[in-house]
Each structure stands twice: as structure tokens, then as C-alpha cells.
């Protein structure tokens, strides 16, 4: 601003103690740059805290990399499942009608929404992994 004041700006400071870091990364003169593997186009720095070998750096990079695949996946079949429960709810509401056969025929479509969600979910996956393959 062309007059500061008190409170304009909020500076913080942080000690963070040295300790031993591994990093992997392409050096380029005297600058540490990310580089790209032959197998994945995106630039990528590995850094983790202590001392690693660059195969380690890279197993810890896969497990964390499994891991969140794996995360946006069960989201995914999640997502699917109740998708296909939701498709199914017009032929529920027609069976509400009746007492006896809206909830029966609600846990029946949950099921059947389940399934649905694994059978198109299974498919996404294997789709997937043909096409990144």
C-alpha cells in the first residue's frame, strides 16, 4: 500500500532444525529441477525426511502413489453403487404402496446397486489399466 500500516502484512518465521534429507531430482548447473521418468510424463521431485537410497525414495513414492489410487477408487465404487441405488429408487417408490414390499424391495435394490457398482466399477478399472498399459 503506498502508506503501511501496522497489520498489512502478517511475517512468520519458522527454525526448522537441520537434519539429513534425501532428495531425488535432476540437477541442472547448480539448481536441483524435477525430472520425469520414461513410464510417467509428469515432472516429479522426491523428497523424504533421513537417508534414503534413490531406489527406496522410489518405493515410498509408489506405496504413497497406491495408496491414494486406492482411496479414489473405493470412492469411485462407492460413488457408482449408490448411483445405480439412486437409478433404481423410481421402481421403490412404486413399491412403497405397499408396507411389506417397499422395504424388502429397498434392501433388494440396495443389493442390486451394489452389484451394479462392482460390475461397472470393475469394468472403469480394467478399462483403466488397458489403456495406461
Avoid at 516429479?44 to 518405493?59: C, D, K, N, P, T
Wanted: glycine fraction near 10%.
Amino acid at each position: 500500500p503506498a502508506s503501511p500500516s501496522i497489520g498489512d502484512l502478517r511475517i512468520s518465521f519458522e527454525y526448522i532444525p537441520s537434519s539429513l534429507v534425501s532428495i531425488a531430482a535432476k540437477q541442472q548447473n547448480s539448481t536441483l529441477i524435477p525430472f520425469t521418468m520414461p513410464h510417467d510424463p509428469q515432472p516429479l521431485v522426491l523428497i523424504e525426511m533421513g537417508s534414503y537410497s534413490a531406489s527406496e525414495l522410489l518405493r515410498i513414492y509408489k506405496n504413497n502413489n497406491d495408496i491414494v489410487t486406492w482411496c479414489f477408487r473405493a470412492v469411485g465404487f462407492i460413488l457408482m453403487s449408490f448411483g445405480w441405488y439412486l437409478e433404481f429408487s423410481h421402481v421403490r417408490n412404486l413399491a412403497d404402496w405397499g408396507r411389506f414390499f417397499g422395504g424388502v424391495l429397498s434392501g433388494g435394490l440396495m443389493l442390486i446397486g451394489f452389484g451394479m457398482g462392482l460390475v461397472t466399477w470393475s469394468i472403469v478399472i480394467i478399462v483403466a489399466w488397458l489403456v495406461w498399459r
